[in-house]
């Protein structure tokens, strides 16, 4: 015995060491309460089977004539009260008739003593062999027969007598707005009045008008408005346009300080000449002038028609 232990212990493989086992994961302290959450807040119909949901009742179903208006429960007669009778006779009613009437010998009296119609006149298609009656058709000369045929009937004739005197009333209306809103016009002698300039005239004060600041203090007055001379530059031009009448103009401005007077009068006489019957043609040329220590030189262009 002691022999074959001795055997199997040569023949038995050398034992493993032991290893050292594996951590242990980590788990929640709120594991179950999760699964509790996914399973409360799971959809219905995300699941495999039938929705867990209350199933109808039959009671709750759609019977017939169940939407048709229900009449109201008969009135049953009371101890000692009876109900009135119905203003509507019933079926089974046969009303007693004594009077006897001959129809037929009334009907053929009325057919008898009569007065025949008139034949209605019709019309016939001959492309298809129709029949239509001849009045609609338009082919009888229905309305030139009346005796008011071709007259404006009175309500029109009245309606547009109102229509015309409003219209008046309206243009009167805005004629009177225009002229109080309107400038007076002045006439030849007036404006002639207005723009004379005397020796002692004082001028306009500061104070109505809008100037660079540059000139605060050195100006007293305003001898002539800005708006004057423009009203005289338009009447200069007016006055040339008459003047010359159809003759070609030819217009020498002097350099350097005459160039915006003469700028303003050329442009009021093309308006002038743009709006009236008759075109004028019209030239510019330019004159110099300087001076030097008292000297002056004049370099002049002479142009020919």
């Known amino acids: 015995m002691a022999t074959q232990s001795a055997q199997k212990g040569a023949s038995d493989p050398p034992p493993r060491p032991e290893q050292p ?5 980590y788990i929640s302290k709120y594991r179950e309460f999760v699964k509790h959450e996914a399973v409360k807040n799971k959809s219905q119909w995300k699941t495999m089977g039938p929705a867990k949901v209350a199933v109808p009742s039959p009671n709750d179903f759609l019977q017939k004539h169940s939407k048709e208006p229900k009449l109201a429960p008969k009135k049953k007669e009371e101890d000692g009260k009876k109900l009135l009778p119905l203003s509507v006779p019933q079926r089974t009613y046969r009303p007693v008739i004594r009077i006897k009437k001959n129809f037929i010998i009334k009907n053929a009296v009325a057919v008898i003593r009569g007065v025949p119609k008139k034949p209605r ?39 547009n007598e109102e229509i015309k005197r409003e219209e008046e009333e309206y243009e009167a209306s805005v004629l009177e707005q225009l002229k109080k809103k309107a400038m007076k016009t002045l006439s030849d002698e007036e404006r002639t009045n207005i723009l004379k300039i005397s020796d002692n005239w004082p001028g306009y004060s500061l104070d109505l008008f809008t100037y660079p600041q540059h000139y605060y203090g050195d100006l007293e007055y305003v001898l002539i408005p800005h708006g004057i001379i423009v009203d005289r530059t338009e009447r200069l031009a007016k006055d040339i346009m008459q003047d010359l009448g159809d003759n070609d103009i030819v217009v020498l401005c002097v350099l350097k300080g ?48």
């Open 21 to 25: 086992g594996k951590p242990a994961r």
């Open 121 to 159: 006149p019709f019309c016939v298609d001959t492309r298809q062999g129709d029949k239509y009656p001849l009045e609609p058709s338009g082919l009888v000369p229905k309305y030139i027969k009346k005796k008011n045929y071709g007259v404006t009937p009175k309500y029109v004739t009245r309606r």
């Open 258 to 305: 005459g160039y915006k007077f003469c700028a303003d009068l050329v442009e009021h006489i093309k308006n002038l000449s743009r709006n009236s019957e008759r075109f004028i043609s019209m030239k510019v040329d330019f004159v110099r002038l300087k001076s030097y220590h008292h000297a002056v030189y004049i370099a002049a262009k002479y142009t020919t028609r």
